[in-house]
Nanobody
């Protein structure tokens, strides 16, 4: 079954850190660019970070640059998002995404709630 499953979200205080994990099945993350998005209530889904197929190039939204780091471990077929210096405005549902042969693939999301 082709799917993405996110984990690692939860409540955290402002200034804290979380590490999100995205487990892929049915395809290899080594063969595709992978991305993290988030969606806050009442807002559009926002692209946060992308890592290329080879894993050598990453890109970040200005809102998270310098605080978030995307990485992937091809051996365990997972993608990660390390989030540091979290702010209340980072509160959202975070999604893993890949565009594979069958089209756009999304996970179910994981909730991150940052309290001040």
């Amino acid at each position: 079954q082709v799917q993405l499953v996110e984990s690692g979200g939860g409540p955290v205080q402002s200034g804290g850190s979380l590490r999100l994990s995205c487990a892929a099945s049915g395809f290899s993350v080594s063969g595709y660019s992978m991305s993290w998005y988030r969606q806050a209530p009442g807002k559009e889904r926002e692209l946060l970070a992308t890592i290329t197929r080879a894993g050598f190039t990453t890109n970040y939204a200005d809102s998270v640059k310098g605080r978030f780091t995307i990485s992937k471990d091809n051996a365990i077929n997972r993608v990660f998002l390390q989030m540091n210096s979290l702010k209340p405005e980072d509160t959202a549902v975070y999604y893993c995404h890949a565009t594979i042969w069958s089209g756009s693939l999304w996970g179910q999301g994981t909730q991150v709630t940052v309290s001040s």
